[in-house]
């Protein structure tokens, strides 16, 4: 089935960097989402792109949708210590409604 | 809060029982997805409904089954149960098919 492969696996970081995670698959996805995942909570949408080459903002987060569609990137400028979580790419595969994640990066920001 | 509700969020019950969870989309979604997260792993897409028909289907076993009611709740259902069901249950709706999912909080089963 398809997969989707999230790198780095995790990130250790120091208050004010500049953070970028990317994903990719080894199909064409029609819809690319990031989602972040705090302890014990359930994961929130934070940006969510539908067109190849699509970048999108949300405060200090910028994602792209990839142009051959099977990648996408999520960068995180600035970071501060409530960016700490985990970092889940998601996509749609072509024709299909159901949502795939990633293996998902963790993210610890240091003060 | 999501206004995505799950029952119970905890569970503990032993090998070879039958457990049910539930959850209740946020008003007016007609989407329902549930997902498996083990220890420190991804989400494993399980089923997704869309009012009240199963429309896409990822690695879900024979043992679980799930539905999704008249009034947009939905169950899922792990029967048979092994130690290796133990995880995070997550359910989340969507008002369509785009993907934005709102994610409830999670049932964690733990299979003894």
């Known amino acids: 089935g398809q997969q989707l492969n999230q790198s780095p696996q995790s990130m250790f970081i120091q208050e004010g960097e500049d953070v970028s995670m990317n994903c990719t698959s080894s199909s064409i996805f029609n819809t690319w989402l990031w989602y972040k995942q705090d302890p014990g909570e359930g994961p929130v949408l934070l940006i969510a792109?539908?067109?190849?080459?699509e970048l999108t903002s949300n405060g200090r987060l910028t994602a792209q949708f990839g142009i051959t569609r099977k990648d996408s990137f999520l960068n995180i400028s600035a970071s501060i210590p409530s960016d700490v979580g985990i970092y889940f790419c998601a996509g749609q595969p072509d024709n299909t409604d159901k949502l795939i994640f990633g293996t998902g990066t963790r993210l610890q920001v240091f003060p | 809060d999501s206004g995505v509700t799950q029952t119970p969020k905890h569970l503990i019950t032993a090998t070879g029982q039958r457990v049910t969870l539930r959850c209740s989309p946020r008003?007016?979604?007609?989407?329902v997805y549930w997902y498996q997260q083990s220890l420190d792993q991804g989400l494993q897409f399980l089923i997704q409904y869309y009012n009240g028909e199963e429309r896409a289907k990822g690695n879900i076993l024979e043992r679980f089954s799930a539905q999704q009611f008249p009034d947009l709740h939905s169950e899922l259902n792990l029967s048979s149960l092994e130690l290796g069901d133990s995880a995070l249950y997550f359910c989340?709706?969507?008002?369509?098919?785009?993907?934005?999912?709102?994610f409830g909080e999670g049932s964690r089963l733990t299979v003894l």
């Open positions: 989340a709706s969507s008002p369509d098919n785009t993907g934005e999912l709102f």
């Open positions: 008003s007016g979604d007609l989407s």
């Open positions: 792109l539908y067109k190849a080459g």
